[in-house]
Structures are given as structure tokens and as C-alpha cells.
């Protein structure tokens, strides 16, 4: 699996930004996508998933919520996060990934794909 981000850059405080993120390769095995952010200095955290099959069930982190919208359009393999009110806190790199789960007798085992980071910066 590939992923290949894009839509970052600069935005001002309270304004917008959308990220999208398509994936390659063998894409009928991805269980979720979702898009991760990392600040210098500090560990990538989880932003918001979607599961691309069936109900399209979503996560966000608590920042997130209310503020950013994650979405997918699995005909073309895609996922795409809009972001309204952004925060100068909001700045980092932001990774897409994409989750395949296989099913094995004794546990699951959790493969995980990361695209280039995409740098969004927000300013005051």
C-alpha cells in the first residue's frame, strides 16, 4: 500500500484547510484510514479514522471534534480531512495512514502505512 498526501500549507487562525490522501497498491486490504500529526519533539497522535468498508465509522481524537470532519470516497481509495477553526496549536506535519487488519487464531495483527507528512502551519 501507498499513500500519497496532499492539501497542506498556511492558514490563519480560524480559517480552513482540506487534506487529501489516496492510496495505491493493494488497497482492497485497507481496513481504515485516517490521518495522524506529529509536532517536533512529540509522538505522532492520532487526529481522526474512518473504516473504509461498509458503515463508515469514524474516531477523532478530542481536539478534533467539532472542529475537523474526516471523510471517504473509497471508489477512488481516497480520504479526505476538512479543517475549519484552525488554531496556531493545530501546526504540525500531518501523516496519512492506512490500517490493514489480518484475522489470525491467536490474535489479530495490525499492519500500519504512512504516507509523506504534510506540513499545515496556522498562524495567529
Known amino acids: 500500500v501507498q499513500l500519497q498526501a496532499s492539501g497542506g500549507g498556511l492558514a490563519q487562525a480560524g480559517g480552513s484547510l482540506r487534506l487529501s490522501c489516496v492510496a495505491s497498491?493493494?488497497?482492497?486490504?485497507?481496513?481504515?484510514m485516517g490521518w495522524y500529526r506529529q509536532t517536533p519533539g512529540k509522538e505522532r497522535e492520532l487526529v481522526a479514522a474512518?473504516?473504509?468498508?461498509?458503515?463508515?465509522?469514524?474516531n477523532y481524537a478530542d481536539f478534533a471534534k467539532d472542529r475537523f470532519t474526516i471523510s471517504r470516497d473509497t471508489a477512488n481509495s481516497m480520504v479526505h480531512l476538512r479543517m475549519d477553526d484552525l488554531k496556531p496549536e493545530d501546526t504540525a506535519v500531518y501523516y496519512c495512514?492506512?490500517?490493514?487488519?489480518?484475522?489470525?487464531?491467536?490474535?489479530?495483527?495490525?499492519?500500519?502505512?504512512w504516507g509523506q507528512g504534510t506540513l499545515v502551519t496556522v498562524s495567529s
Open positions: 497498491g493493494s488497497v482492497s486490504t485497507i481496513n481504515a
Open positions: 495512514n492506512a490500517v490493514r487488519i489480518v484475522v489470525r487464531p491467536d490474535e489479530p495483527q495490525r499492519f500500519d502505512y
Open positions: 474512518i473504516v473504509m468498508s461498509g458503515y463508515a465509522m469514524t
